[in-house]
């Protein structure tokens, strides 16, 4: 999961890397907490100078951003 640093400070974010927890506080003081749940990563993950030579040696690849935008 990337989440941005406004986006986390929007929320006051908490995070506990050791316990593998994100807190967030929505709706006027409301709380949501999530846990972690694999301690594996299920998606390898690689460098960027690798995927790019990947990417150059025909390998098909997926690249997203996420934006919010306040209405």
Do not use: R
Request: hydrophobic share 40%.
């Amino acid at each position: 999961m990337i989440l941005g640093m406004d986006w986390l400070t929007k929320y006051h974010a908490t995070i506990d890397c050791k316990q593998k927890t994100l807190a967030l506080t929505i709706f006027e003081g409301e709380s949501i907490m999530y846990k972690g749940s694999c301690p594996i990563p299920t998606v390898p993950l690689i460098s960027a100078a690798k995927s790019c030579k990947l990417v150059g040696k025909g390998y098909t690849a997926y690249f997203c951003t996420i934006e919010t935008v306040d209405t």
